[in-house]
C-alpha cells in the first residue's frame, strides 16, 4: 500500500527533535530524583527495623539479667552460698548433697515467680574460690577460679553466649553479695544462668518488609556470627563478620547506615545498631542489587515511554498535514454513543490509511466492549445467586459441654517429617479421635491445627447422661493413647502425648449454609482451651463450672489441681478426672 505524505519533512524532524531533547531531560531528572529518594526511603526502614529490633534487643537483655539478680539476691541463696564457703574442700561434695534440696526449692520458686517463658536450662551457683557447689545439670568441672566468665561476674552482671551442638545458649552472669553487704564489698560467689535464645531468635528471624535478600542478625565482640544466616548454614559461633558497620561500632562505638561489602563479599545496604555495652551489634541488610532494581527499572521504562511518546509525535505531527476531518469526526459521533452506552454503533470507514485502521480498531473495541458488557452482566447474576452462601450468626445460646483434645510438642515432633509423613502423622491422630467421640455422641466441630473442638448438647437426651457420656468419652480418649502410639510405631512415626480438656456452659452457635455442623464460641470455649495448657499429658482436666454438675457422680474420682491458670481477667481452677476404682 501505497501512502503519499503531504507534510514537510522539516517540520517533523523539527517536532521529533524537540521532543527527543524534553524527554531526554525529564527522563535524566526524574531518574536521579526516584534514586534520590528511593534510596533516603529504603535507609529510612533499615535504620527504623535496626532502631525497634536493636531496642528490643536491649530491653530483653536487661530483663533476663534483671530476672538473673533476683536469684542472686535472695537471701536463701545468699545464706548458702555463705554457709558453703565456709565448707572446707574435702566436704564440699557432702555439704552440697544435704543443701541440694534448698538450692533446688529456690530455683523452683524463681522460675514461678519470673516465669517459665525464660527458658531456664541451668543454673550454677560458685563459691569465691571458684568452687561450682550448685548445678541444676551434672557438674563435669568443679572449679571454676580461672574461667574468664567468673572472673568478669565477681564485679559485675553480662550476658555471653556459648556454642551448642543445635546452635547456642544464652549465659546470664551475676555476681552474688553477702547478706546486707555494703557498696564496694567483695561477691561472695557468682551465678551462672543458662537460657534458650528462642525469644531472641523470634526477633532477628522475622524478615518481613526486608524484601528477597533482607536479613538480621546479630555479631559479637570478637567479630564473629551469633545467629543464624539468611544464606549460609551453621553460621553461629564459625562465620566472621568483620564489615564496616561491625569496625565501626566496635572500634568507634556508633551506629552505621550506607552501602558496604558483607560477610559474603557482597555488596550490600545496611544499617547498624551499636551495643558494644552489651557486647554485640546488630545489623540489618539488603543486598543492594534488590535495593537498585526499582531504579533500573524505572529506568528502562522511561527510555521505553520515550521512544513510544517520540513515536507517537511523529504521526500526530504526519496526521496534522492530512485532511482528516469527515472521518475524525465520524469517529467522535460513533465514540459518543458507545458513552451514552450504545454499543452497536460502528465506524465503517474503510481508507487504506492509517484512519481506516483507526476506525477498523475502534470498530473492534466496540465489540469487544459490547461482549464485555454481556460477561459482566452474566458475572452479576452469578454472583446475585451466592449472595445467600453466607455464614449466619444467631442470637441463640445453649448449655453444651466443650471438650478440646490438643497434641503436645506438635511443632517440634513434625518439624524432621516430610508433608507426606506429616499427613499420615495427623490423620491417625485425627481419625481415632473423631471416631471416639462419634462412638459416644459427640459432636467434632473443627480441628484448629494440632487440637480437636468437640461438644455434647442437651437436645436429645436428659442432662445427667449427658454430662456423663461427655466424661466417658474423655476418659476413653485418654486410654487410647497406647492404641494410637502403636498405630503410629506400626508406620516408623514418632509417637505423642496429648492434653484432654471438658469444660460446661453456655455457648453461641454460628450456622453455615454449606455445613449441617454448627460452629461454636464464647467463653466457655475459651475456658476449655485455656484449661487445656494445665491437662496432665493424656490426662483429662474439667472446669469448676463442669465438676459442680457432676461432683457428686460416683462413678468417678476428681482431684482439685492445684496450680491454678491465670487469664488478664479471672482465675480458672480445674480438676483432673478419673474412674473410681472402689465403685
Given at each position: 500500500m501505497s501512502i503519499t505524505f503531504n507534510l514537510d519533512k522539516k517540520l517533523i524532524f523539527l517536532v521529533m527533535l524537540v521532543s527527543v531533547v524534553a524527554l531526554s531531560i525529564t527522563g535524566i531528572l526524574s531518574f536521579n530524583y526516584a534514586d534520590?529518594?528511593?534510596?533516603?526511603?529504603?535507609?529510612?526502614?533499615?535504620?527504623?527495623?535496626?532502631?525497634?529490633?536493636?531496642?528490643?534487643?536491649?530491653?530483653?537483655?536487661?530483663?533476663?539479667?534483671?530476672?538473673?539478680?533476683?536469684?542472686?539476691?535472695?537471701?536463701?541463696?545468699?545464706?548458702?552460698?555463705?554457709?558453703?564457703?565456709?565448707?572446707?574442700?574435702?566436704?564440699?561434695?557432702?555439704?552440697?548433697?544435704?543443701?541440694?534440696?534448698?538450692?533446688?526449692?529456690?530455683?523452683?520458686?524463681?522460675?514461678?515467680?519470673?516465669?517459665?517463658?525464660?527458658?531456664?536450662?541451668?543454673?550454677?551457683?560458685?563459691?569465691?574460690?571458684?568452687?561450682?557447689?550448685?548445678?541444676?545439670?551434672?557438674?563435669?568441672?568443679?572449679?571454676?577460679?580461672?574461667?574468664?566468665?567468673?572472673?568478669?561476674?565477681?564485679?559485675?552482671?553480662?550476658?555471653?553466649?556459648?556454642?551448642?551442638?543445635?546452635?547456642?545458649?544464652?549465659?546470664?552472669?551475676?555476681?552474688?553479695?553477702?547478706?546486707?553487704?555494703?557498696?564496694?564489698?567483695?561477691?561472695?560467689?557468682?551465678?551462672?544462668?543458662?537460657?534458650?535464645?528462642?525469644?531472641?531468635?523470634?526477633?532477628?528471624?522475622?524478615?518481613?518488609?526486608?524484601?528477597?535478600t533482607g536479613e538480621v542478625y546479630i555479631v559479637n565482640s570478637n567479630y564473629l556470627m551469633l545467629s543464624e544466616s539468611r544464606f549460609l548454614e551453621n553460621a553461629v559461633f564459625q562465620q566472621r563478620v568483620d564489615s564496616l558497620a561491625v569496625q565501626k561500632c566496635l572500634n568507634e562505638g556508633i551506629d552505621f547506615v550506607g552501602f558496604y561489602t558483607d560477610y559474603r563479599k557482597t555488596p550490600i545496604y545496611g544499617s547498624s545498631y551499636c551495643a558494644n555495652d552489651l557486647g554485640i551489634v546488630l545489623l540489618v541488610e539488603i543486598d543492594q542489587a534488590e535495593v537498585e532494581k526499582p531504579i533500573d527499572i524505572l529506568q528502562s521504562r522511561i527510555f521505553q515511554t520515550g521512544i513510544l511518546i517520540t513515536l507517537g509525535m511523529g504521526v500526530a505531527a504526519f496526521l496534522i498535514s492530512k485532511s482528516l476531518s469527515r472521518p475524525i469526526i465520524k469517529l467522535k459521533n460513533a465514540a459518543n454513543k458507545i458513552a451514552s452506552g450504545d454499543f452497536d454503533v460502528r465506524t465503517n470507514i474503510k481508507t487504506r490509511d492509517e484512519i481506516g485502521e483507526l476506525s477498523f480498531a475502534f470498530d473492534s473495541m466496540a465489540e469487544k466492549l459490547q461482549e464485555s458488557l454481556f460477561e459482566i452482566k452474566e458475572k452479576e447474576e452469578v454472583i446475585r445467586q451466592q449472595e445467600d452462601i453466607l455464614l449466619q450468626f444467631s442470637d441463640q445460646s445453649e448449655k453444651y459441654c466443650v471438650g478440646m483434645i490438643d497434641i503436645m510438642d506438635s511443632t517440634k515432633i513434625c518439624s524432621n517429617l516430610s508433608e507426606t509423613e506429616t499427613s499420615e502423622f495427623y490423620n491417625i491422630f485425627i481419625n481415632s479421635i473423631a471416631a471416639i467421640i462419634n462412638k459416644f455422641g459427640g459432636i467434632v466441630v473443627k480441628n484448629i491445627g494440632d487440637a480437636l473442638l468437640f461438644y455434647f448438647s442437651f437436645?436429645?437426651?436428659?442432662?445427667?447422661?449427658?454430662?456423663?457420656?461427655?466424661?466417658?468419652?474423655?476418659?476413653?480418649?485418654?486410654?487410647?493413647?497406647?492404641?494410637?502410639?502403636?498405630?503410629?510405631?506400626?508406620?516408623?512415626?514418632?509417637?505423642?502425648?496429648?492434653?484432654?480438656?471438658?469444660?460446661?456452659?453456655?455457648?453461641?452457635?454460628?450456622?453455615?449454609?454449606?455445613?449441617?455442623?454448627?460452629?461454636?464460641?464464647?467463653?466457655?470455649?475459651?475456658?476449655?482451651?485455656?484449661?487445656?495448657?494445665?491437662?496432665?499429658?493424656?490426662?483429662?482436666?474439667?472446669?469448676?463450672?463442669?465438676?459442680?454438675?457432676?461432683?457428686?457422680?460416683?462413678?468417678?474420682?476428681?482431684?482439685?489441681?492445684?496450680?491454678?491458670?491465670?487469664?488478664?481477667?479471672?482465675?480458672?481452677?480445674?480438676?483432673?478426672?478419673?474412674?473410681?476404682?472402689?465403685?
Open positions: 534520590q529518594i528511593l534510596k533516603e526511603r529504603t535507609g529510612d526502614q533499615l535504620i527504623g527495623e535496626s532502631t525497634v529490633r536493636g531496642e528490643t534487643l536491649r530491653l530483653l537483655f536487661e530483663s533476663r539479667i534483671e530476672q538473673n539478680n533476683i536469684l542472686a539476691n535472695d537471701p536463701m541463696i545468699q545464706l548458702l552460698l555463705a554457709k558453703m564457703n565456709e565448707v572446707s574442700e574435702e566436704k564440699i561434695k557432702e555439704n552440697r548433697e544435704l543443701n541440694r534440696r534448698d538450692f533446688l526449692i529456690q530455683v523452683q520458686a524463681f522460675q514461678e515467680s519470673v516465669g517459665f517463658s525464660i527458658g531456664l536450662e541451668d543454673v550454677k551457683i560458685i563459691g569465691s574460690s571458684g568452687k561450682v557447689y550448685f548445678s541444676l545439670e551434672r557438674i563435669t568441672n568443679e572449679d571454676y577460679s580461672d574461667d574468664p566468665l567468673f572472673q568478669k561476674g565477681l564485679t559485675s552482671s553480662f550476658i555471653e553466649f556459648t556454642p551448642t551442638e543445635n546452635g547456642k545458649k544464652m549465659l546470664v552472669v551475676s555476681p552474688v553479695f553477702a547478706k546486707d553487704s555494703k557498696r564496694g564489698e567483695q561477691a561472695i560467689g557468682v551465678i551462672i544462668s543458662k537460657m534458650r535464645t528462642a525469644t531472641l531468635d523470634n526477633i532477628l528471624i522475622n524478615r518481613s518488609g526486608l524484601g528477597e437436645e436429645n437426651g436428659n442432662e445427667k447422661d449427658t454430662l456423663k457420656k461427655c466424661l466417658d468419652c474423655c476418659l476413653a480418649l485418654s486410654n487410647a493413647h497406647d492404641e494410637i502410639v502403636k498405630k503410629l510405631k506400626k508406620i516408623n512415626l514418632p509417637t505423642l502425648d496429648y492434653r484432654i480438656s471438658a469444660t460446661y456452659g453456655i455457648v453461641r452457635i454460628a450456622r453455615a449454609s454449606t455445613s449441617s455442623v454448627n460452629d461454636i464460641f464464647g467463653s466457655t470455649v475459651n475456658r476449655c482451651a485455656k484449661l487445656n495448657r494445665n491437662s496432665p499429658p493424656n490426662g483429662v482436666i474439667i472446669g469448676e463450672s463442669f465438676y459442680d454438675q457432676v461432683k457428686d457422680f460416683e462413678e468417678y474420682k476428681f482431684e482439685k489441681i492445684e496450680s491454678k491458670i491465670v487469664s488478664t481477667e479471672e482465675v480458672y481452677i480445674g480438676y483432673s478426672v478419673s474412674k473410681n476404682q472402689l465403685v
